[in-house]
């Protein structure tokens, strides 16, 4: 029986959710979680972690200072973990840590994950995984999603099309489907909450719309909705990959000349309408025949956005129920950082960790770069 750590620290710049878990040569993904911990970003680590999003003065120094300080907040993470479980560090084989994207430009041929491994390795005395992305770029691919490859590993049932959607900064989707030549598809289908919580911090000074209530209480305005979704990103078909690069609040304040009569809470709901049906467009188009949607991420908590998320969904003809992962037994919040401690297993194991079908890579790749303890 081995250990592995996994974390992850998404676009919507929360925090890192870590679990720890045992692995061992069981058919299937071979986890079994005993212990899941959050540690949140602070205000001023946010901060810096948006300005690099964008061109600015000494971007190398604050992105060097910036990985330094992610570095301690995943080892603040790992330290809680292994506390609640009360292993020592030199039972866990390696942690899986994802880093902090900060640029994501596959058609340039590089993607930035920033966090200082070397620390993390240093402060933790674990060996350390990291830069999953950087080979699957290499090898031609988009870098993202990641996430298919385990989804099929945790959630596949044969003999039944399902789709996995997990929601957080950007959406995207693993399409489950043991009847097909492929059995797994996916790729990202343009912002999941990025939008919402960017629009719900500047009028109300809230980090996110609990349960999409302030979204509820306004109307999707079908004009702004058209511009939004006339965005090219959403015709291109996969694979395809996004992030703040392109769907950032410069985007979003571009599209909203021309409607700014409209209600602060009316924009909000249309910025929910465009996750909902640009997610079901992309459904409906590759998998038609998908009988229920499991949502992970941060999205799961949007109830507003599931209920519009369905109802696109049967707009469109898909007869799917809409729930989240819980349903299947692993809390949305625990997903991703699963993923990453199956890719650390993975890269242990010496085994492929993409899937050429969905980054659109030239082959299976090892991905990772180790740092020893």
Not at 169 to 174: D, P, R, T
Not at 216 to 230: D, P, Y
Not at 336 to 364: C, H, I, K, M, Y
Request: hydrophobic share 50%.
């Amino acid at each position: 029986m081995k250990h592995y750590i996994g974390m992850m620290s998404g676009t919507s710049l929360d925090g890192v959710d870590g679990v720890l878990v045992s692995a061992d040569d069981t058919p299937g993904h071979g986890l079994r979680m005993l212990a899941a911990a959050y540690q949140p970003f602070d205000d001023a680590l946010r901060a810096a972690a948006m300005a690099l999003q964008a061109a600015g003065e000494d971007e190398l120094h604050r992105d060097a200072l910036l990985a330094n300080r992610i570095a301690r907040v995943y080892a603040d993470c790992a330290n809680e973990l292994l506390a609640s479980t009360g292993l020592r560090a030199d039972a866990i084989r390696a942690i899986g840590a994802h880093g902090q994207t900060v640029r994501h430009r596959p058609e340039l041929g590089y993607t930035r994950q920033t966090i200082n491994p070397a620390l993390l390795a240093e402060l933790c005395g674990i060996d350390v995984i990291a830069d999953f992305r950087s080979r699957d770029i290499a090898a031609g691919g988009q870098g993202a999603p990641l996430v298919p490859a385990f989804h099929q590993a945790l959630f596949a049932q044969p003999g039944e099309c399902r789709v996995v959607a997990n929601i957080g900064g950007i959406s995207n989707i693993s399409i489950l489907d043991e009847t097909a030549a492929t059995t797994v598809t996916g790729f990202d289908t343009g912002p999941g909450n990025m939008l919402m919580d960017g629009w719900i911090l500047r009028h109300q000074n809230l980090a996110f719309d609990a349960g999409g209530a302030w979204a509820a209480s306004g109307t999707a305005h079908a004009g702004l909705l058209a511009v939004l979704r006339s965005e090219a990103f959403f015709a291109r078909p996969p694979p395809k990959s996004t992030g703040r690069d392109l769907f950032d609040m410069t985007w979003l304040d571009s599209r909203l000349r021309g409607f700014d009569a409209l209600a602060p809470a009316d924009v909000q709901a249309t910025l929910l309408a465009l996750t909902a049906t640009t997610m079901a467009d992309a459904i409906a188009a590759a998998a038609p025949a998908a009988l229920a949607v499991y949502v992970c991420g941060g999205g799961a908590f949007n109830l507003h956005l599931l209920a519009q998320l369905e109802r696109a969904l049967h707009a469109c003809g898909v007869r799917a129920v809409v729930t989240s992962t819980a349903a299947l037994g692993v809390s949305p919040t625990h997903v991703e950082a699963l993923a990453f401690a199956w890719l650390a297993r993975r890269f242990d194991q010496r085994q492929s960790g993409n899937l050429p079908a969905v980054t659109g890579a030239s082959g299976a790749r090892i991905l990772g770069a180790l740092y020893p303890a």
